[in-house]
């Protein structure tokens, strides 16, 4: 299985920019670098996924090191809102792909 | 595009009885998956399919649990007979069937074993 390792835990302040980051050594040249994040008691929610170059969209931005070994995703400017459960998992080719969550990181952000 | 819908949001049940979710997913995606989340963990996929047919069922517990998708559409997702340890959150996703596509979730059926 395709893995991921991200911290436990993050701590930021509000209205400040967040870096999540991510190492996923055992990546293959197909497989697809999706981040999710969980907010209590809701259903995971896509943010953003990207291959090999960085990718931007109006939730967040993702920052892929150019031998995909690693990726971080970023938030620009942390609300409350922010606050979740960020997932980084490589989505992999084959038919069965199904996304294997790991623990993910607890973002905490202080008012 | 409305989301992924699923019901019932919540379910309460004792042991040794059954109970099934159902999940409605975005029009036009082929691909279908069910997750189980139990509380403090990632979700744990259980099953995929692929418009009607199965794609992965590995990590299904097979003795007890269910999954259709019979027109490539709705899917039902039973448990028969429930254990305690059932309790936990039941995901439905569904997304396009390229690498280059997000997923969409429901919010989820809390399931209850007492």
Not at chain 1, 35 to 51: A, K, T
Not at chain 2, 98 to 112: E, H
Request: with cysteine; aromatic share 8%.
């Amino acid at each position: 299985d395709a893995k991921t390792t991200q911290p436990n835990s993050m701590e930021s302040n509000e209205e400040e920019p967040v870096h999540l980051p991510c190492n996923h050594s055992t990546i293959s040249g197909t497989d697809y670098i999706h981040w999710y994040r969980q907010l209590p008691s809701q259903g995971p929610e896509y943010v953003i996924h990207g291959l090999t170059s960085n990718v931007n969209n109006r939730m967040a931005s993702l920052a892929i090191a150019e031998d995909r070994k690693s990726s971080t995703l970023i938030l620009h400017r942390a609300t409350l809102r922010d606050a979740a459960v960020y997932y980084c998992i490589l989505r992999v080719g084959g038919g069965a792909d199904g996304l294997t969550f790991g623990k993910g990181t607890h973002l905490i952000i202080q008012p | 595009e409305a989301g992924v819908a699923q019901s019932p949001r919540y379910k309460i049940i004792e042991k040794r009885q059954s109970v099934a979710f159902w999940c409605n997913p975005i029009s036009g995606h082929a691909t279908l998956y069910w997750y189980q989340q139990i509380l403090g963990q990632g979700p744990k996929l259980l099953i995929q399919f692929q418009n009607n047919g199965v794609v992965d069922d590995s990590q299904l517990p097979k003795d007890r649990f269910s999954a259709e998708r019979l027109k490539g559409v709705d899917s039902t997702l039973k448990i028969q007979p429930a254990k305690l340890e059932d309790s936990a959150v039941y995901l439905c996703a569904s997304s396009l069937s390229t690498l280059n596509y997000g997923y969409t979730f429901g919010s989820g059926t809390r399931l209850t074993v007492v």
